[in-house]
């Protein structure tokens, strides 16, 4: 069984120059993709997620497969 680790992040606003927490949480991957080097993780928050099967990710997590009619 495969886990991914999920993390708050704090994101630092181009306009304000202020840094601010995401009200969601993503994996490192994720972070870094969409937000660059400059995503801080903060500790203290990681949730744990358990994957069934080598084809699952991350992503079949935030929905309910649907269900077959």
Request: with cysteine; glycine share 6%; aromatic share 8%.
């Amino acid at each position: 069984m495969n886990a991914i680790e999920l993390w708050f992040w704090e994101l630092k606003e181009e306009l304000t120059g202020k840094w601010r927490r995401t009200t969601w949480r993503m994996t490192e991957e994720d972070a870094r993709i969409r937000h660059g080097d400059d995503a801080r993780k903060i500790e203290g928050t990681p949730e744990v997620r358990r994957c069934s099967g080598p084809d699952d990710n991350h992503m079949s997590h935030l929905q309910p497969a649907r269900k077959e009619k």
